[in-house]
């Protein structure tokens, strides 16, 4: 499975932004989905999960209430609505497919990984 993140981008403090995760096979959609940032010289770090049929979601407190993650399964794509964004979101976006029918706080339990999308929130 190959994964396609796109849709960062610069924006205000304040502002929202909308990135997308379009898989290259159907079976992504059987599978958990996450998304992940990261800045330079740190972890990779757990910012939303959704399970294969979008009934259950999970998010970082640090994102809780601003963050969305949504699914559409018949075009094989996620996304991750960003809402009243903070300077401290800027990092690369990554997208994952998860090794079973839900997603995971944890980077170990996936095993497909898109490329990431910078996403840089400006003071």
């Known amino acids: 499975v190959q994964l396609q993140a796109c849709g960062g981008g610069l924006v205000q403090a304040g502002g929202s932004l909308k990135i997308s995760c379009a898989a290259s096979?159907?079976?992504?959609?059987?599978?958990?989905v996450g998304w992940f940032r990261q800045t330079p010289g740190k972890e990779r770090e757990f910012v939303a999960a959704?399970?294969?049929?979008?009934?259950?979601?999970s998010y970082a407190d640090s994102v809780k209430g601003r963050f969305t993650i949504s699914r559409d399964n018949a075009k094989s794509t996620v996304y991750l609505q960003m809402n009243s964004l903070k300077p401290e979101d800027t990092a690369v976006y990554y997208c994952?497919?998860?090794?079973?029918?839900?997603?995971?706080?944890?980077?170990?339990?996936?095993?497909?990984w898109g490329q990431g999308t910078q996403v840089t929130v400006s003071s």
């Open positions: 959704i399970s294969w049929r979008g009934d259950v979601v």
């Open positions: 096979k159907r079976t992504f959609n059987n599978n958990g």
């Open positions: 994952a497919s998860a090794r079973r029918p839900y997603g995971s706080r944890s980077v170990n339990d996936y095993n497909y």
